[in-house]
């Protein structure tokens, strides 16, 4: 169970992680290098070249993508009293980001192609409104257009969750540099991987700076040394040189693992042809998916299950943490919600999203499946498939499986 990057872990990363520990250097700053001797730092090195490929002016390696959507909102001036939309589908790690500011989360419904739907977002749009998460799911983006339109009008911020999607693009555009500022993941299920890591992409200078200085005690960007930098409290979110060594040889890979990708997801998807009773899912730009899923929507969700069923794996509805219906944090209504464990009062919501708060988001997870292209991740739904090593035969048999099963399911009902 992991992402594509994984599997093209190889002598490169070895390479750039035995230079860190050769040279002894285990954080991005060389407060010892007084003339000048020591390699340059493997996280520097990463936030240039991914700099560089995505075409941002600004690249921060972080801890984590839950940190830069934190430190990014931050940034952006978001706190209590503030509200940002998000969608009802997506990891909670989005909505915690929010709910840790201070700020209420509001949630969104979902479009058919499983992501952020305009409409409803301006239907959610308040005086108290500052921003809107878009969350760029199962690798693909969502539509950026509609919802660049409808957060310009109303003067809100466009932030980009990419935690899926690293590498992916809208209509020629990087996905993170479209929004005031983009997130990404580096963990173990995505594109390319360290492990556990995250970015924060923006073109905004000011946030840049803002959002340095809240990952790392309050220094100024780049410090060469321990540094006073603006007059904030910071945290400490940064990015292992380790793992910047191992985001470094991962980010050169990325645009062949997307190729990979996106050359067996069309293998895969015309080896399955059209289907009864299910379509895929609707992509807003097919050429800048990352292609690291198939999902497919059902006229019924009985149908899904059952097909779900007999391949051994779940609806999008039960996918863990993805779905808001699964997550009890948005409950402030529940018994549970009033314990006397001590946690901070400002991630408590105000309202609450029982099952049915959603119902288009609720009905499209219900009848929706994801089969794997390169993320093989039973907890997100795409425990079956292929992975990005698949030959054509691998291809060819997985496709057969799928359409065998959905022939089966829509024959014995009907």
């Known amino acids: 169970m992991a992402g594509p990057g994984v599997s093209r872990i190889g002598p490169e990363e070895e390479a750039e992680l035995l230079s860190v520990v050769r040279e002894r250097e285990l954080s991005r700053y060389r407060f010892d290098d007084h003339d000048g001797s020591a390699l340059p730092s493997k996280v520097s090195q990463f936030e240039q070249e991914f700099r560089a490929l995505t075409g941002a002016r600004h690249c921060l390696g972080m ?91 109303h003067g809100l911020l466009l932030v980009e969750d990419c935690a899926q999607a690293g590498g992916g693009t809208y209509r020629g555009r990087h996905l993170g540099t479209v929004g005031g500022f983009g997130a990404f993941s580096l963990n173990v299920f995505k594109t390319f991987t360290a492990g556990d890591g995250g970015v924060l992409l923006t073109d905004d200078d000011d946030l840049y700076e803002t959002a340095f200085a809240l990952h790392d005690h309050g220094a100024a960007p780049l410090r060469l040394g321990v540094t006073d930098g603006p007059p904030l409290f910071g945290l400490n979110l ?17 645009p062949d693992i997307l190729r990979t990708l996106r050359a067996n997801r069309d293998k895969f998807a015309d080896a399955i042809g059209n289907l009864p009773g299910a379509a895929p899912r609707r992509l ?26 007999r391949l051994g794996t779940i609806t999008l509805s039960q996918s863990g943490k993805h779905n808001y219906a699964n997550m009890p944090q948005l409950r402030p209504d529940l018994p549970s919600a009033n314990s006397r464990t001590r946690r901070p009062n400002h991630t408590v919501l105000q309202r609450s999203y029982p099952p049915g708060s ?57």
């Open 284 to 309: 807003h730009d097919r050429d800048g998916d990352c292609a690291t899923v198939l999902a497919y929507t059902f006229t019924s969700a009985a149908m899904a299950d059952e097909v779900a069923g």
């Open 358 to 414: 959603l119902p288009r988001t609720d009905d499209l997870l219900s009848r929706s499946i994801a089969l794997s292209v390169g993320v093989v991740d039973s907890y997100l739904g795409s425990g079956v498939g292929i992975d990005v090593t698949a030959d054509d035969d691998t291809i060819e048999a997985a496709a057969r499986l799928f359409r065998t099963t959905v022939e089966d399911v829509a024959k014995a009902a009907s």
């Open 238 to 254: 940064r990015m292992h040189e380790l793992t910047g060594a191992l985001a470094l040889a991962q980010v050169r890979k990325l």
């Open 63 to 153: 801890n984590s993508c839950t940190s830069a959507l934190y430190a990014g909102l931050l940034a952006a001036g978001i706190g209590p009293g503030d509200e940002v939309i998000v969608p009802g589908y997506t990891f909670i790690a989005s909505i915690a980001a929010v709910a840790h500011t201070g700020a209420e989360p509001v949630l969104a419904e979902i479009d058919e192609g499983l992501l952020l739907d305009p409409a409803d977002v301006a239907a959610k749009i308040t005086s108290r409104t500052k921003a809107v998460i878009a969350v760029h799911m199962l690798g693909a983006p969502c539509d950026l257009d509609a919802l660049e339109a409808v957060t310009r009008e």
